[in-house]
């Protein structure tokens, strides 16, 4: 992998793919990492009460509406969508693996007439001018940005629609070299949550409300399901130095959650286009 660096497993794979370079070995990483995130419920911290608590903010939406949660994964967080929202959701994700499972949650959930999945990228999303009354989009959008996203993006939401994302920002001005260089090395485009409200009011969106996703959403909801499913993946996987590396990547990063996490965390930004 080109960088020892969870957080960008995806992203890796995503641009290695594009290149085209290697692609035998990458074709194989990338099955990898798709069958152990595959494993796990969500693919990203997150909670049904902060999808909840993000959607408390936006009050446009009837029976009638359009959503789309781009970069669904699975669709952890689309399924909570769904069962708290009466119009269509479109979950939208560049892997394949993952859209087939959307469609086994749609289908447990049993709305699968109006939530359904597509495998497609975010920087070529197929929708129309003005079509959306809602896009959502959780821990996905530094895939191509959170800038560049949200100024993409917006030609698709109706005027008044709102977006919905969650990024990682960091909580304070300064931070210990390790983490900063992890993340610098990771997400470039991390940074303060005043700076990433003044981008969104940049793009064209009123902010209209941030929050800080508590502790729990990476521990709880995120970590701690790996550590079984990291046990299973590495006897299944044995002298295999992909997936050793992969759930290496993991590990240390729950270990500079768990040092850092004082100074970083995931926001929940929610804004309505002007
Ligand atoms: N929203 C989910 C998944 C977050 S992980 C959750 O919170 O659980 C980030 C997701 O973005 C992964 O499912 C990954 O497959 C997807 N992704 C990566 N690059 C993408 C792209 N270019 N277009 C669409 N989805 C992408």
Request: overall charge negative; proline content about 4%; some cysteine.
């Amino acid at each position: 992998m080109a960088k020892n660096r969870l957080y960008h497993d995806f992203n890796n794979i995503n641009l290695n793919i594009m290149s085209n370079e290697n692609k035998s070995i990458h074709e194989f990483e990338f099955e990898l990492i798709c069958e152990y995130f595959s494993g796990i419920e969500r693919q990203g911290p997150g909670s049904p009460e902060v999808t909840i608590k993000a959607l408390s903010f936006i009050d446009n939406l009837t029976n009638e509406s359009h959503i789309a949660d781009i970069g669904c994964g699975t669709g952890g967080q689309t399924m909570v969508l769904a069962e708290h929202t009466q119009g269509d959701i479109t979950g939208i994700d560049l892997f394949p693996a993952f859209i087939d499972l959307f469609h086994v949650n749609a289908c447990k959930l049993n709305v699968q007439n109006r939530v359904k999945g597509i495998v497609g990228s975010m920087d070529n999303l197929p929708f129309q001018s003005e079509e959306l009354d809602l896009i959502w989009s959780e821990g996905a959008i530094y895939n191509i940005g959170f800038e560049r996203g949200l100024n993409e993006w917006k030609k698709f939401l109706k005027k008044g629609g709102y977006i919905a994302i969650s990024e990682a920002s960091w909580f304070t001005e300064e931070r210990p070299a390790e983490i900063n260089t992890f993340w610098k090395d990771a997400y470039p485009e991390i940074d303060t949550i005043p700076n990433k409200v003044i981008q969104m009011q940049k793009a064209g969106y009123i902010p209209v409300a941030n929050f800080i996703l508590p502790e729990n959403c990476w521990t709880e909801h995120f970590y701690k399901p790996q550590v079984e499913a990291q046990e299973v993946f590495l006897r299944k996987y044995k002298g295999n130095q992909v997936a050793e590396e992969l759930i290496a990547n993991q590990r240390h990063e729950a270990l500079l959650y768990s040092k850092y996490k004082m100074y970083y965390g995931y926001v929940f930004y929610i804004g309505k286009k002007l």
